[in-house]
């Protein structure tokens, strides 16, 4: 069994309605990094996932959370 983080920052995102570029722009990274992240396909360092949660003003737990896979 592993690990992972299910993210609701696409759905966050998409109740701002705004943009993934736009997010990205906010927190300091790529628009390819806001994709892998909503997508599941990359877990964001601490500093990165306190970023988006600060943006949301959102506690961190409420964006991501940890799933476990057999």
Request: hydrophobic share 40%; proline share 3%.
């Amino acid at each position: 069994m592993s690990d992972c983080i299910r993210s609701s920052v696409c759905e966050s995102r998409q109740e701002r309605g705004i943009t993934q570029e736009e997010l990205a722009r906010a927190v300091g990274v790529t628009r390819q990094t806001v994709i892998a992240i909503e997508r599941g396909n990359y877990t964001p360092s601490v500093l990165l996932a306190l970023k988006i949660a600060a943006y949301f003003r959102k506690p961190v737990e409420k964006l991501f959370t940890i799933c476990h896979e057999a």
